[in-house]
């Protein structure tokens, strides 16, 4: 077998654990930490997960919440039994046979799926539709599926998103009290303290408010618009398409923004939590670009472009006016 099949039946195997009601602390530990050993793990869950879903939606139901990790670190494991083994392997089958179909009839109930990531975590999704979805560091979503739709819900965070295309099958993003609607194409959805902002790396969108009469915007490649239920949809933006979802490679774009909204942005993804001491900074115009792996750096930098002071001393990193006499 090959190494992916090898890795794809171990997914099985700790997806099958995770669902039995007496599994115990040292058995989730142990999952937990393989799934989380590598990227490639991560990947290999996520499609068995998926995989399960599509081809048995009862189990989107049946399915317990992902477990939390206990606090205490497990002593040992148990020796994985034949009969899981063998069950895992059953699972994988239907992976395949899943993931090889391309008529998969949608069931008139919705299917509901739940994604979250930590700060400074980026984690890509594939969805059973066969779209991409990619979430920013402490984000979440809810992903429902229907017969006639596609929705996703974004709570938090941003998201970017590679959709397939299904002409019958509208995909709708619902955030901050708007939506956008799309058939296919590449589009990032981030929510901020000015509102929804959509941004489009391919094709064309529609974005709107949700229950208003009011007449949507179209957004063509290199667009961008900012909505929220307060102020309506503003003036529609031309923007760089590779500014479009930048924070998937690790890269911050701010244009003439205010410090707070650059400061809520940037602590998805800091190590430590970034603080405007004073309230007049918070309305300070930004723009610039931030590497992930940098954030302290370019805030030490920011001290050289405006009257800002950086304290690192503490656990936080705060901002705050400098003094006019220094």
Same mark, same amino acid.
């Given at each position: 077998?090959?190494?992916?099949?090898?890795?794809?039946?171990?997914?099985?195997?700790?997806?099958?654990?995770?669902?039995?009601?007496?599994?115990?602390?040292?058995?989730?530990?142990?999952?937990?930490?393989?799934?989380?050993?590598?990227?490639?793990?991560?990947?290999?869950?996520?499609?068995?997960?998926?995989?399960?879903?599509?081809?048995?939606?009862? $189990? /989107? *139901?049946?399915?317990?919440?992902?477990? &939390?990790?206990?606090?205490? #670190? +497990?002593?040992?494991? %148990?020796?994985? =039994?034949?009969?899981?083994?063998?069950?895992?392997?059953?699972?994988?089958?239907? $992976? /395949? *046979?899943?993931?090889?179909?391309?008529? &998969?009839?949608?069931?008139? #109930? +919705?299917?509901?799926? %739940?994604?979250? =990531?930590?700060?400074?975590?980026?984690?890509?999704?594939?969805?059973?539709?066969?779209?991409?979805?990619?979430?920013?560091?402490?984000?979440?979503?809810?992903?429902?599926?229907?017969?006639?739709? %596609?929705?996703?819900?974004?709570?938090?965070?941003?998201?970017?998103?590679?959709?397939?295309?299904?002409?019958?099958?509208?995909?709708?993003?619902?955030?901050?009290?708007?939506?956008?609607?799309?058939?296919?194409?590449?589009?990032?959805?981030?929510?901020?303290?000015?509102?929804?902002?959509?941004?489009?790396?391919?094709?064309?969108?529609?974005?709107?408010?949700?229950?208003?009469?009011?007449?949507?915007?179209?957004?063509?490649?290199?667009?961008?618009?900012?909505?929220?239920?307060?102020?309506?949809?503003?003036?529609?933006?031309?923007?760089?398409?590779?500014?479009?979802?930048?924070?998937?490679?690790?890269?911050?774009?701010?244009?003439?923004?205010?410090?707070?909204?650059?400061?809520?942005?940037?602590?998805?993804?800091?190590?430590?939590?970034?603080?405007?001491?004073?309230?007049?900074?918070?309305?300070?115009?930004?723009?610039?670009?931030?590497?992930?792996?940098?954030?302290?750096?370019?805030?030490?930098?920011?001290?050289?472009?405006?009257?800002?002071?950086?304290?690192?001393?503490?656990?936080?990193?705060?901002?705050?006016?400098?003094?006019?006499?220094?």
């Amino acid at each position: 077998m090959s190494p992916r099949g090898d890795r794809d039946e171990q997914a099985a195997f700790w997806f099958l654990k995770l669902q039995e009601p007496d599994a115990d602390a040292e058995e989730i530990c142990a999952a937990l930490d393989w799934i989380e050993a590598c990227d490639d793990n991560r990947r290999a869950f996520d499609r068995v997960q998926s995989c399960w879903h599509a081809g048995n939606p009862a $189990a /989107v *139901a049946a399915t317990p919440p992902a477990p &939390v990790a206990p606090t205490l #670190a +497990p002593a040992g494991r %148990r020796p994985m =039994t034949k009969l899981l083994w063998a069950a895992a392997a059953a699972l994988l089958l239907l $992976a /395949v *046979a899943v993931g090889l179909r391309t008529d &998969v009839r949608w069931s008139d #109930a +919705p299917q509901l799926e %739940r994604y979250a =990531t930590a700060v400074g975590e980026v984690r890509r999704i594939d969805l059973l539709d066969g779209s991409e979805m990619t979430l920013g560091g402490a984000s979440s979503v809810a992903v429902e599926y229907g017969a006639r739709t %596609r929705r996703v819900v974004l709570a938090d965070g941003e998201v970017l998103l590679k959709v397939a295309r299904q002409p019958n099958r509208p995909f709708v993003v619902e955030a901050g009290g708007g939506y956008t609607k799309v058939l296919g194409t590449v589009f990032s959805v981030r929510r901020g303290t000015e509102g929804i902002t959509v941004g489009v790396a391919e094709g064309l969108v529609e974005v709107g408010l949700s229950g208003e009469d009011t007449v949507p915007v179209r957004l063509l490649l290199g667009r961008e618009v900012t909505y929220s239920a307060s102020a309506g949809v503003g003036a529609v933006r031309a923007i760089n398409p590779e500014r479009v979802g930048a924070w998937s490679r690790g890269i911050l774009t701010f244009i003439d923004r205010p410090l707070a909204a650059v400061v809520v942005d940037i602590n998805r993804y800091s190590p430590r939590l970034v603080v405007i001491e004073n309230e007049k900074l918070k309305s300070l115009r930004v723009t610039g670009t931030v590497g992930v792996q940098g954030i302290g750096e370019w805030l030490k930098a920011l001290q050289n472009v405006a009257a800002i002071e950086l304290d690192d001393s503490g656990t936080d990193w705060v901002l705050r006016q400098a003094d006019a006499r220094r």
